[in-house]
């Protein structure tokens, strides 16, 4: 077994491509949390006023 430390700057793209899909990912998921958050707080909102009637 040889050590080529050309092999470890080539490999470089591809773990930054990893770590941008990796990113992109969990941007995508605390959107959702977010969006489904203010949907839950106007449901929420909505059927409180509902009771106080």
Do not use: H
């Amino acid at each position: 077994m040889t050590f080529n430390p050309m092999n470890f700057i080539s490999n470089l793209y591809y773990m930054a491509v990893g770590m941008a899909c990796i990113l992109i990912v969990i941007a995508v998921i605390i959107a959702c949390v977010v969006v489904l958050q203010k949907a839950g707080d106007k449901l929420a909102e909505r059927n409180s006023g509902e009771d106080g009637q």
